[in-house]
């Protein structure tokens, strides 16, 4: 089963704009990555937070994660068409057992 | 570094007839997982080694799937017999110890028939 519910499932949004997924989870983690999925390709990770981090920065990503409400979210800034694909978070319980989300797929258009 | 090589990247058969995916991971790494992806169940772990032992088969979803790791640089995920629910695309990933992020290859899409 699913550990993570990504929302919305779906974002439309135009060039320059950002982005914003969101994830809930459901059992306490010790860490929290994303990943960004191109169509027909395999995943690529993005970024990792740590279970005692509550943000973390890489380049246009921010991500932040609160453990008390068992969620974290992804902003993606000035959005640009190569941004378009489906983001996974993913929790790990352990170093190696990840548990994927449902996924959200962008679209960003010119 | 190449990444992680799967083989075949797609691959068609018939109900019945025995698959077999393959999968290079990077050199070096000494975790290898294999995933399965539908758009009913999502992504789903089948089973990881770490230096080439299988340490958690518990997604494996039945006696007709196995995996195997001969060596670090090889590994293989079987099915017999398939059957047509087993479509779907089918990940390699590797890590590297210490380190908690995944390397994925590019997916064998399989479609049973």
């Known amino acids: 089963s699913q550990q993570g519910e990504e929302d919305p499932q779906a974002l439309s949004i135009q060039e320059g704009e950002n982005a914003t997924m969101n994830c809930s989870y459901k059992?306490?983690?010790?860490?929290l990555q994303w990943y960004r999925q191109n169509s027909g390709r395999g995943l690529v990770h993005l970024i990792l937070i740590r279970s005692n981090e509550r943000e973390k920065h890489s380049g246009r990503l921010r991500v932040t994660l609160d453990t008390s409400k068992k969620s974290s979210s992804l902003l993606i800034t000035a959005s640009r068409a190569a941004d378009t694909a489906s983001y996974f978070c993913?929790?790990?319980?352990?170093?190696?057992?990840?548990?994927f989300g449902t996924g959200t797929r962008l679209q960003v258009t010119l | 570094d190449a990444g992680v090589i799967q083989s075949p990247r797609h691959e068609v058969t018939e109900m019945g007839q025995e698959v077999t995916l393959r999968c290079k991971p990077i050199s070096g790494h000494d975790y290898l997982f294999w995933y399965r992806q539908t758009m009913m169940r999502g992504l789903e772990l089948l089973i990881y080694f770490n230096n080439n032992v299988p340490i958690d088969d518990s997604g494996m979803p039945e006696d007709r799937f196995s995996a195997k790791m001969p060596n670090a640089s090889f590994s293989t995920l079987k099915i017999q017999p398939s059957e047509p629910r087993d479509s779907a695309v089918y990940f390699c990933?590797?890590?590297?110890?210490?380190?908690?992020?995944?390397?994925f290859g590019p997916g064998t899409r399989l479609t049973v028939t």
């Open positions: 059992t306490s983690i010790n860490n």
């Open positions: 993913a929790t790990a319980l352990t170093a190696s057992k990840l548990t």
């Open positions: 990933a590797s890590r590297v110890d210490g380190h908690y992020e995944q390397y």
